[in-house]
């Protein structure tokens, strides 16, 4: 996929291809056979039980015939970059250095594009290892602006994401993450106040906060991951590239959407 010895740089070769730059240079650990199953397994009832939490999702795997102790169960759900979907208290605080700004949407009226962008990441499995996906999405057209797979977690596919967005159609009035440290950095938070666009961020564990992009995962991994076994990354970013074209097009929604408010269960 990336010729290191092509005349054509690194950079522009990653560029072209729609890879993360900083992902060519880093070389995955491997992943037992066993871990990856469970892995994919996790993914599928996170999807389905969106406030299972470590306990609930040992217990459900168990009940499958599955030998897993929690603390792995909790292990791996980090990795995947995963966790129970609820409203809690704020007991977590953010990482050294990484400022936590408050949920903008309550209440508003989303009326046209641009108003609200929101980003979001998921783990995506494939046939011997995993990736995830991360996209830009516009909360009144439902349309994916902007997307990139990268084989870890890390800030730097996310901010060529927004800078992708960003470039091909304009900027945002509110711009709408979870509080992951990928969006908490000032490499990610500062490209969004250098284009004086409006920092919102969910509640921790607020699934309903970003509910537009959670509805896509949804789609995404029903109507195209879970049918595939991709063999390799280039073969898993064609056919989700493929996919979201579709997926784009076929949207019809209502023009008008008020977030409504929230409260606690």
């Known amino acids: 996929m990336i010729d290191r010895a092509h005349d054509?740089?690194?950079t522009r070769q990653a560029a072209a291809l729609n890879v993360s730059r900083s992902s060519v240079y880093y070389l995955p650990r491997a992943v037992p056979e066993t871990d990856l199953l469970i892995?994919?397994?996790?993914?599928?009832?996170?999807?389905?039980?969106?406030?299972?939490?470590?306990?609930?999702?040992?217990?459900?795997?168990?009940?499958?015939?599955?030998?897993?102790?929690?603390r792995h169960v909790k292990t791996l759900m980090r990795r995947m970059g995963i966790e129970a979907l609820y409203r809690r208290p704020r007991?977590?605080?953010?990482?050294?250095?990484?400022?936590?700004?408050?949920?903008?949407?309550?209440?508003?009226e989303i009326t046209r594009p641009n108003q609200v962008w929101a980003m979001d990441i998921t783990y995506i499995p494939m046939a011997r290892g995993y990736v995830y996906l991360a996209v830009v999405l516009d909360w009144a057209?439902?349309?994916?602006?902007?997307?990139?797979?990268?084989?870890?977690?890390?800030?730097?596919?996310?901010?060529?994401?927004?800078?992708d967005a960003l470039e091909k159609h304009g900027k945002p009035e509110i711009f709408n993450t979870d509080q992951g440290s990928q969006f908490t950095g000032a490499a990610f938070t500062?490209?969004?106040?250098?284009?004086?666009?409006?920092i919102s961020m969910d509640g921790k564990g607020a699934w309903r906060d970003n509910v537009f992009v959670e509805?896509?995962?949804?789609?995404?991994?029903?109507?195209?991951?879970?049918l595939r076994a991709y063999d390799s990354v280039s073969e898993a970013r064609?056919?989700?590239?493929?996919?979201?074209?579709?997926?784009?097009?076929?949207?019809?929604?209502?023009?008008v959407y008020v977030v409504e408010e929230k409260r606690l269960c």
């Open 91 to 108: 007991t977590t605080k953010p990482e050294p250095g990484h400022k936590i700004y408050p949920y903008l949407l309550r209440g508003k």
């Open 190 to 198: 500062g490209v969004l106040a250098d284009n004086a666009i409006a």
């Open 238 to 255: 064609t056919s989700i590239g493929r996919y979201l074209d579709f997926y784009n097009p076929a949207l019809q929604h209502p023009s």
């Open 8 to 10: 054509l740089p690194i």
């Open 141 to 163: 057209s439902r349309r994916v602006l902007s997307w990139r797979i990268s084989i870890t977690m890390e800030a730097a596919f996310c901010v060529e994401t927004l800078h």
């Open 215 to 226: 509805r896509l995962w949804r789609s995404v991994k029903y109507e195209e991951v879970y």
């Open 39 to 70: 892995m994919r397994r996790l993914d599928q009832l996170h999807l389905e039980f969106p406030f299972a939490g470590s306990r609930l999702l040992k217990g459900l795997l168990a009940a499958e015939g599955s030998q897993i102790g929690r």
